[in-house]
């Protein structure tokens, strides 16, 4: 069966943990700092939890919001430049939000492109 987002009340496409560092604000650079995320996908949109689905609800109901980027006009490309890590891709957002997502486990990287290029693809541009 479907989870559903009870906030969103959308499909949950895909949840899992990552490491993530966003690097830029609206085009603004920011200092690079990794940390682990537990990131949903649904809806057009990913949610980035600083705990697991059990705590990120706990979280909804005491109004927590969780940070979030618009995939609409979204761009995801692999990136060896912006890390010295391996299995790193940036997605970057209409608004000038920049985020590097990166996992050691191959599959578990290229299950996430993969998933987050399709939900792109689907989405109008802008
Ligand atoms: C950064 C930190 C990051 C590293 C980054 C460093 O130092 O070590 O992990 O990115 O490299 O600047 P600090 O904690 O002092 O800010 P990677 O792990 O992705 O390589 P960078 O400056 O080359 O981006």
């Given at each position: 069966?479907?989870?559903?987002?009870?906030?969103?009340?959308?499909?949950?496409?895909k949840?899992?943990?990552?490491?993530?560092?966003?690097?830029?604000?609206?085009?603004?650079?920011?200092?690079?700092?990794?940390?682990?995320?537990?990131?949903?996908?649904?809806?057009?949109?990913i949610e980035?939890?600083?705990?697991?689905?059990?705590p990120?609800?706990?979280?909804?109901?005491a109004g927590?919001?969780?940070?979030?980027?618009?995939?609409?006009?979204?761009?995801?490309?692999?990136?060896?430049e912006?890390?010295?890590?391996?299995?790193?891709?940036?997605?970057?957002?209409?608004?000038?939000?920049?985020?590097?997502?990166?996992?050691?486990?191959?599959?578990?990287?290229?299950?996430?492109?993969?998933?987050?290029?399709?939900?792109?693809?689907?989405?109008?541009k802008?």
């Amino acid at each position: 069966t479907d989870i559903i987002s009870p906030k969103e009340q959308t499909v949950v496409e895909k949840e899992g943990y990552l490491l993530k560092a966003k690097i830029a604000d609206g085009g603004k650079k920011l200092r690079k700092n990794w940390s682990t995320s537990w990131i949903v996908l649904a809806g057009g949109k990913i949610e980035f939890y600083k705990e697991s689905k059990q705590p990120a609800l706990a979280n909804l109901k005491a109004g927590y919001k969780p940070e979030w980027v618009d995939l609409c006009g979204a761009n995801i490309e692999w990136t060896t430049e912006k890390s010295s890590r391996k299995n790193v891709f940036q997605i970057t957002t209409i608004s000038g939000n920049e985020f590097l997502l990166q996992s050691d486990i191959d599959f578990i990287i290229l299950d996430w492109f993969h998933a987050i290029k399709n939900a792109i693809d689907r989405l109008p541009k802008e």
